[in-house]
């Protein structure tokens, strides 16, 4: 396979972009997209076991219960869950770059001397469908109705870029309400430079992922770091476009 390239990589922005009209279309995309993700996660982790990154399975499996929880979630906010999401949660379950117990992730770049340019890595997160999550985002939203039940409610997925290195930050990554292109909220790209696959100021969650993980190598906080350049190149060479 060759290695996705910028212009690939833009080419699928550019497909599930003119593809969001067609009822049909998009959900098949999404699938199979999410199962070149899924292949693409194994191919990283033998990569960055090479190299000794602390972080041993990038891929957390589907949550038994998931169905009931997706639900539940459902009935209590009386908003549906966007489609991509639910998706990944049942194609991949979920994806963790990042140690969130330890934080060994953390000590692994220092010890590179490679920093973020905010000073985190921002590895890919994507918090499966857990009982935790479940109960994080239920709470969020019974504040979010006594707040502020005006706005927009934000469905969470990952901790903010900061709260990943262990550093005090701010709100959580989350998606709006989209079915298949749902827009990534709290999220900008952190690193000394910006992906050349990024073209407009929003980013929907598939093209989060697939920039995030064919150009940045899972760590967008890090990209342009002269010292991470070689490693990124060496990871994502090869990696199957989705």
Known sequence: MSMATISEIIRCHQEFAAAQNTVDLLPRKVDLALQTCRAA???LEYRLADIDYPVKSLILDPDQGQADRMAQLEA???????AVLKQLWDVIGGISFIDLDDYTHVDFWDGLEI????????GVCVENCSPKLLEYIMDD?????????ESEFIFTFAPDGYHKDDISGGPPYGLNAGEWLPLVCNFE??????PESVNSMSTDFMGYLRTAILECG????????????????????????F
């Open 141 to 149: 939203f019974d504040a979010h109705q006594e707040d502020d039940a």
């Open 41 to 43: 996660l194994v191919t």
């Open 76 to 82: 209590h906010t009386r908003r549906t869950i966007p």
């Open 189 to 194: 790209w952190t690193g000394y430079r910006r």
């Open 115 to 122: 920093t973020g340019a905010k000073e985190f890595c921002d």
């Open 218 to 241: 899972g760590f967008p906080g890090l990209l342009g770091h002269p010292k991470f350049e070689p490693i990124r190149m060496r990871l994502v060479e090869g990696l199957p476009a």
